[in-house]
């Protein structure tokens, strides 16, 4: 039907890929990634939540307050080591989309069908949020070893993006 639409002139075709009704999700996954990094994987509403939180200088909220909260019964160890892996989630989140930022960018810019760009951004978008989620709540030492093939497995995606785009410009 949709080439039907074309070939009458009802709706073009998508240059770059002779596609039409692909949708480009890049964009999509790179606001998410943006709130993912900095808003949902911030271990500020876990401090918020455990009332460790304090506006005047919240980076070192952990540092100052942490050790006194566990003392004083405020929090668990458990909880302060929780907060801290979230805290860790987050500064590796917000390092890592740079990497997938330009990634994406590249295989977008240069021509890479959407479908590809869609498929390797959505790989990306998997690993990234299970390597959060097993940052945050795995605390077992050798279990949390699958947090660096998750890890890898998100930078694959992006080197898979790169990949393509190389493709593209040497064609």
């Given at each position: 039907m949709a080439s039907l639409a074309v070939s009458l002139g009802l709706r073009a075709a998508d240059?770059?890929?002779?596609?039409?009704?692909?949708?480009n999700y890049a964009p999509a996954y790179l606001a998410f990634h943006f709130v993912w990094a900095y808003g949902i994987l911030s271990s500020r509403t876990l401090k918020?939540?455990?009332?460790?939180?304090?506006?005047?200088?919240p980076r070192y909220d952990l540092v100052k307050y942490?050790?006194?909260a566990v003392k004083s019964g405020k929090i668990t160890k458990r909880q302060l080591n929780m907060m801290q892996r979230c805290e860790s989630a987050s500064a590796n989140s917000v390092e890592n989309?740079?990497?997938?930022?330009?990634?994406?960018g590249f295989a977008t810019f240069s021509g890479v069908d959407?479908?590809?760009?869609n498929y390797w951004?959505?790989?990306?978008?998997?690993?990234?949020?299970?390597?959060?989620?097993?940052?945050v709540l795995i605390e077992d030492?050798?279990?949390?070893?699958?947090?660096?093939?998750l890890w890898w497995a998100g930078n694959a995606a992006c080197f898979a993006l790169l990949w393509a785009a190389g493709g593209k410009l040497n064609a």
């Amino acid at each position: 039907m949709a080439s039907l639409a074309v070939s009458l002139g009802l709706r073009a075709a998508d240059p770059l890929t002779n596609l039409v009704g692909i949708p480009n999700y890049a964009p999509a996954y790179l606001a998410f990634h943006f709130v993912w990094a900095y808003g949902i994987l911030s271990s500020r509403t876990l401090k918020q939540w455990y009332k460790l939180d304090h506006q005047e200088s919240p980076r070192y909220d952990l540092v100052k307050y942490g050790e006194a909260a566990v003392k004083s019964g405020k929090i668990t160890k458990r909880q302060l080591n929780m907060m801290q892996r979230c805290e860790s989630a987050s500064a590796n989140s917000v390092e890592n989309y740079t990497f997938f930022l330009g990634a994406i960018g590249f295989a977008t810019f240069s021509g890479v069908d959407r479908q590809t760009v869609n498929y390797w951004g959505l790989m990306y978008t998997a690993a990234r949020i299970a390597y959060g989620a097993a940052y945050v709540l795995i605390e077992d030492r050798k279990v949390a070893l699958v947090r660096g093939l998750l890890w890898w497995a998100g930078n694959a995606a992006c080197f898979a993006l790169l990949w393509a785009a190389g493709g593209k410009l040497n064609a």
